[in-house]
């Protein structure tokens, strides 16, 4: 079984900067390729960004290429979002998520585990 533990979301104000963490334990953390989505309130549940099991391969939203960087330490079972220049329609609870092995994927339906969320919320 696979327990993921996202942290570090808070209030922020427009233009701040955030970094969201994700704690994984389980099972091999290393080999499988890793994701963050978020739900807005009243939205449906949508695709930040996701990586690849070794880290170097990266996908993105267009709604936040530029402004935020998902990373991996495999050697801490952590995966991060760094999150610049934060926007009030960024506010939504951000989760995250184990994907399939090794090869990062933007579709929510290959993820088959998720963690409780974290909730960030910018305001103007």
């Known amino acids: 079984q696979v327990q993921l533990v996202e942290s570090g979301g808070r209030l922020v104000q427009a233009g701040e900067s955030l970094r969201l963490s994700c704690a994984a334990s389980?099972?091999?953390?290393?080999?499988?390729?890793m994701g963050w989505f978020r739900q807005a309130p009243g939205k449906e549940r949508e695709f930040v960004a996701a990586?690849?099991?070794?880290?170097?391969?990266?996908y993105y939203a267009d709604s936040v290429k530029g402004r935020f960087t998902i990373s991996r330490d495999n050697a801490k079972n952590t995966l991060y979002l760094q999150m610049n220049s934060l926007k009030p329609e960024d506010t939504a609870v951000y989760y995250c998520?184990?994907?399939?092995?090794?090869?990062?994927?933007?579709?929510?339906?290959?993820?088959?585990?998720w963690g409780q969320g974290t909730r960030v919320t910018v305001s103007s």
């Open positions: 990586i690849n099991a070794s880290g170097s391969t990266r």
């Open positions: 998520a184990e994907g399939p092995l090794f090869r990062a994927t933007t579709e929510m339906n290959k993820y088959e585990y």
């Open positions: 389980g099972r091999a953390f290393s080999i499988h390729a």
